[in-house]
């Protein structure tokens, strides 16, 4: 038997005991009168008063000194950790008997009343004590090295439980959503929800998730964007529009992707492409200042600067003041071909100039944007829902946002000429058909839609899992998804 199957084995003996003295191993009929940091001084002044009385707690004990007639403990409840004082003349022979079975891990309850250490830490001195859950399991020793990092994430309630660290990340990214709600309703936008599964797997080019519908007969998709319903509520009359909730992409891992992630995309009628902009900047930097103090922040040891104005460049300029590509370059389609090649990308026959400058881009500049950047004027070829600009059909109304080499934002002006999106969409069809694993359908609805009369408007949307990275300086995609996608575990 191995060292942790006879901790296991120690501890249901343990259990077993505790039941011959007639414990409860699983009650509920205790309620906790105080959280454990509502007990504690403000910035832990030394001089600050404790608040008078009996307080009842109860928590995970996460420390134990036992001293014969005596021991401290720490106990951690979902706020902090306090400190412990358990005697025997205090608490009685029989329930000091039963604490001294009480191991790292069981959840107790304690009352008594507070005081400072001699060496001035705020401790509770027990009068009283109910074991509340027997915890089976030790917790491991060495839980926060870095070789324990699968198990952390398959784990995650003991992650969560051991690393106050990785609690307030996942605080901080429900206050990131938080205050994006807050930000788009007190400017208008109404809260939606649209389906999670489609008919047609549209507003995006991605493999889906598919599955089957019994009732109807009908073969649907785990959505892999909310985008074209998002627009048909616009089509309807709600003139902005906000979703907050999960996509599902059928594709690869790794730290910037997980098959189920969560996407805010938003629409507003009678905008432009540039108005979002602007609303991105203003958004995002009032969301860092709120929940990092200052618009000056530190990823992964790079200093980022998220203080508006953010940096803009068309794409055809970032290519030439940060890949170094020259002008004359940027118009010969077969030495860009070339260079594409030199650099291992891989083109389809039917790629465009369009297709393989964003290609370039990807590969010669995206890293190097650190510092929030906007990158516009996308080729047409790239971008079949977006709107045409004005001046160059070659190029659209649109614009990513990148911050720390990483695409945090994609929005643009929306395309609702109706023949237009048809002739694009079909366009897109022939391009990707041959190749699919789910051969691509028309959505003809959509299209029905459009022809009604969609009004001018644009739309976005935002990564929540890597701007929350960005602002939680996690490295990893899977550090701030409570439970993300792992491969199976190995049975010993």
Sequence with gaps: MDESNQIIAQRRQKAEELAGLGVNLYANDFKPGHRITDLLPAGNDPEAPLAAGTMAVAGRVMALRKFGKAAFLHIQDESGRIQIHIKRDEVGDEPFAVFKKIDIGDIVAFTGPLFRTKTGEVTIQALSLRLLTKSLRPLPEKFHGLTDIETRYRQRYVDLMVNPEVRDTFRKRVEIIRLIRDFLSNRGFMEVETPMMQAIAGGATAKPFKTHHNALGLDLYLRIAPELYLKRLLVGGLERVFEINRNFRNEGLSTR?????????????????????????????????????????SYQGQAVDLAPPWRRYTMDEALQQIGGLSPELLTDFTALKALAHRHGIVLQPQAGIGKVKTELFECLVEEKLVD????????????????????????????????????????????????DQRRRLIKQIEERGEDEEIFPVLDEDYLRALEYGMPPAAGEGIGIDRLTMLLTDSPSIRDVILFPHLRPEKQS
């Design 257 to 297: 992707h997980n098959p189920e992630f969560t996407m805010l995309e938003f629409y507003q009628a009678y905008a432009t492409y540039e108005e979002l902009m602007e609303l991105t900047e203003e958004m995002i930097s009032w969301v860092t200042m709120e929940v990092c103090g200052s618009m000056q922040i």
């Design 372 to 419: 929030p950047t906007f990158i516009t004027a996308y080729p047409t070829e790239v971008s079949p829902l977006a709107r045409k600009n004005e001046d160059d059909p070659e190029i659209t109304d649109r614009f990513e946002l990148f911050i720390t080499g990483r695409e945090v934002a994609n929005a643009f002006s929306e395309l609702n000429d109706p023949d």
